[in-house]
């Protein structure tokens, strides 16, 4: 595998509400320029639906961030609908409960639980394995966006 497969989470709710909260939805843009850098082809996220119990911050962490990379936004209902085989730097934004099996699907068996404060982490997959870089948008003490 020579291309690189980024996995990042939903972005952090709002108060009173499902969706992405004002400071993430800001600090989106900065996030894309991060995410520039690295030559993501692709974007994938899941859509949430009624049989499909989870939020819808990981649509919208998603789709406003093909926006401002001016890329499609791919769709998929189930995990199984990701890509077998990667081509392309790909980015895939997920709710961080499935993520252990996103790695399972990509052949990385062992266990992992993303830290439920961490909005700034990011999993590289590539052909020398995986790893969480849980700093990978900016230190989590002196991150300031906005």
């Avoid at 189930?78 to 399972?104: G, H, R």
Wanted: net charge negative; glycine share 4%; aromatic share 14%.
């Amino acid at each position: 595998m020579k291309a690189t497969i980024y996995i990042m989470k939903e972005q952090d709710t709002g108060n009173y509400t499902n969706c992405i909260g004002n400071y993430d939805f800001q600090r989106l843009q900065q996030l894309s320029k991060k995410l520039v850098k690295f030559n993501i082809n692709r974007i994938f996220s899941i859509l949430p639906t009624h049989t499909y119990d989870k939020n819808i911050r990981s649509f919208q962490t998603a789709s406003n961030l093909c926006t401002l990379l001016d890329k499609e936004l791919e769709v998929c209902n189930t995990i199984d609908n990701l890509p077998n085989y990667v081509y392309d730097n790909v980015l895939i934004v997920w709710d961080s409960t499935d993520i252990q099996l996103i790695l399972e699907k990509y052949g990385m068996v062992t266990p992992f639980v993303w830290p439920e404060d961490n909005f700034n982490g990011c999993v590289i997959i590539n052909e020398h394995g995986w790893s969480f870089e849980p700093e990978f948008f900016c230190k989590q003490k002196t991150c300031c966006f906005i």
